[in-house]
């Protein structure tokens, strides 16, 4: 019950980021020179004279002066559509929807979280798939070799440990040309998120590798005349997919977390493209806390993601059942 | 000429060394030293002894899980070699972990088929059938997981695997352990029935007298790495000639206590 309120909670989130131009009603770069920083508009049901509306509305909104607070304007009133130009909903121009408030170019922040989560969650799957896949073949590989493969291998992962990534950090982001393409940037996020994080993963598996080589089951195949390739691919590997499920679990969040931070050191992807992190990267100006709090809505997003594949590397590790 | 026993142990020694950073390997333990014995076919020998006694080493010597230090092991006349590994099957000292509890009883089965790349896949389901047949655990329960299968039914699986590569010599290490006496007394007489039909030799290994007694031809009493003793079973029983038998024999019938 609660395995599958997870999943279902995940399957949703997922859904509406990867369905972004459905589920938002702007494009991520579409911008509204007249309405920066505006604040959520609020949608209504009932208008100025009480009567309830079946259809919610949205009022115009106007600046009293450049850069002062925005007002609602009860004259105008444009009605909420749906599915109309392949999107779920929008207001009828020249009205605007800014679910999440818009950001200094007038850009609408809900469609921009949305748009932006692509990048986000692609980048936790793709990379953690990357460490799992890395710390899957060096761990197997230390653990069930043993010996002088061992020491070294898991010497050579120690190494990585000991990196000053940070720095490391600063010093590709100098290294590189000041603008890079989106597809550019990602492929350097995944490569460095990925690379950052197998060791961890690789040190669990070479441990369970390690006492799985000694189980008896092993040893009775072993026994029977089994090559390593076989006793690896029917009996060991099995062994780990626990770990890895319950690693990948707690690698995807803690990745979509490191492009949030990387993308603030300047090294995600680009404007006008967005994603959690350089929004957040945005976010960061001293006036976004006092009158523009909207503005860290891609942070929240990240909450009922983060929540939903912990909770999952919860389930997964109570249901890890006899023998596994 | 007679014809060769089906195994011959000559002077089998085995030293586990130390490595050292420096210098040679030292010697630390001499779990085997000048082991000798012979066994024929369709025979069982029982092998006793206290714990640390050598044993266990002596089963991995003679299924190549460890190779021995000196001495020879001549199974049917010839040396061991890893082609004939299967001739020799080992039951583990608790059979439960030695199946994997993902497999299913018919995959636990036909594994040493399928390492060896022997007969196709229904000939190797259907030889897995028949040896979980003959030690009693219906077809029906093929497709059952090890882990949903009782202690006692375990122990045949292990049994069944073992005898799907029809070996000649089954080495069972303290497998009656942890079963209690009427379990063990059902696997006992399994062994005597499968001797009977298939020939089979067995060595038992225990530290305990009364589990193996019953079922043992003859008993060789292992001390410090060495066979003190080895005399038919009934001889063995009635003239103990080593205190240290002796000794066995008093223990094994004060655990049984008073008869009526």
Not at chain 1, 89 to 94: D, I, N
Not at chain 2, 83 to 94: G, K, N, S, Y
Not at chain 2, 107 to 125: D, N, S
Not at chain 2, 169 to 186: K, M, R, V
Request: glycine residues 10%; proline residues 6%; contains cysteine.
């Amino acid at each position: 019950m609660k395995l599958r309120l997870t999943l279902v909670l995940l399957a949703a989130l997922h859904a509406f980021v990867v369905f972004a131009a459905f589920f938002a009603p702007y494009d991520y770069a579409e911008q509204h020179r007249d309405y920066p920083f505006a604040p959520p508009t609020r949608v209504h049901f009932t208008d100025a004279a009480g009567r309830f509306h079946l259809r919610p509305f949205v009022y115009g909104v106007t600046q009293d002066s450049p850069g002062g607070d925005y007002r609602e304007d009860r004259g105008r009133r444009y009605p909420v559509e749906f599915f109309v130009h392949g999107r779920l909903f929008g207001a009828g121009a020249p009205g605007i929807l800014f679910l999440w408030g818009s950001d200094g170019f007038g850009r609408d922040v809900f469609s921009r979280v949305l748009y932006g989560g692509q990048i986000s969650l692609l980048t936790g799957l793709v990379a953690a798939f990357l460490s799992l896949s890395l710390g899957l073949l060096w761990g197997t590989l230390a653990g069930f070799y043993g010996g002088w493969v061992d020491r070294l291998l898991m010497r050579g992962a120690e190494l990585f440990l000991a990196l000053p990534w940070l720095y490391l950090l600063l010093a590709v982001r100098a290294f590189l040309p000041l603008h890079i393409s989106t597809t550019q940037a990602f492929f350097l996020l995944v490569a460095i998120i990925g690379t950052v994080g197998w060791v961890r993963p690789a040190r669990m598996i070479r441990g369970v590798v390690l006492s799985a080589r000694e189980r008896g089951f092993v040893l009775a195949a072993r026994g029977f005349g089994a090559s390593g390739q076989y006793l690896i691919r029917r009996h060991i590997l099995p062994l780990t997919w626990s770990v890895v499920l319950t690693q990948a679990t707690v690698l995807i969040p803690q990745y979509i977390l490191a492009e949030v931070t990387l993308s603030f050191l300047g090294l995600g992807v680009g404007e006008p493209v967005p994603s959690w992190g350089n929004m957040l990267a945005d976010a960061r100006q001293y006036h976004t806390l006092i009158a523009h709090t909207w503005m860290l809505a891609p942070g929240l997003a990240t909450v009922p993601l983060l929540l939903g594949y912990l909770t999952l590397a919860d389930i997964l590790l109570e249901r890890s059942g006899p023998g596994y | 000429m007679p014809a060769d026993p089906l195994l011959r142990v000559r002077d089998l020694s085995k030293t586990y060394f130390r490595r050292r950073w420096l210098g040679p390997p030292r010697p630390t333990t001499a779990a085997l030293s000048a082991v000798s014995f012979t066994l024929d076919r369709a025979r069982t020998l029982a092998v006793i002894g206290a714990s640390g006694s050598g044993k266990s080493t002596l089963a991995r010597c003679l299924t190549q899980f460890e190779t021995p230090t000196a001495g020879e092991i001549l199974f049917e006349g010839r040396a061991l070699s890893p082609l004939r590994r299967l001739d020799i099957q080992l039951i583990f000292q608790q059979p439960a972990t030695s199946l994997n509890p993902r497999f299913t009883a018919a995959e636990i089965v036909e594994e040493p088929l399928v390492i060896q790349r022997r007969g196709t896949a229904v000939e190797r389901r259907e030889r897995a059938a028949s040896a979980l047949e003959l030690t009693g655990i219906a077809r029906a329960a093929l497709g059952k997981r090890a882990h949903e299968f009782s202690g006692g039914e375990r122990q045949r699986l292990a049994i069944a695997r073992a005898l799907v590569v029809e070996p000649k010599l089954l080495i069972l290490d303290e497998s009656f352990n942890g079963l209690d006496p009427w379990l063990a007394a059902q696997v006992a007489g399994l062994l005597s029935s499968l001797q009977e039909r298939l020939g089979i030799a067995y060595i038992l290994i225990s530290h305990d007298l009364t589990l193996v007694a019953g079922l043992a031809h003859e008993i060789a009493v292992m001390e410090h790495g060495a066979i003190i003793e080895h005399a038919p079973t009934a001889a063995l029983m009635s003239q103990p000639r080593h205190p240290q038998t002796r000794e066995l024999i008093a223990a094994a019938l004060a655990l049984e206590g008073p008869r009526p």
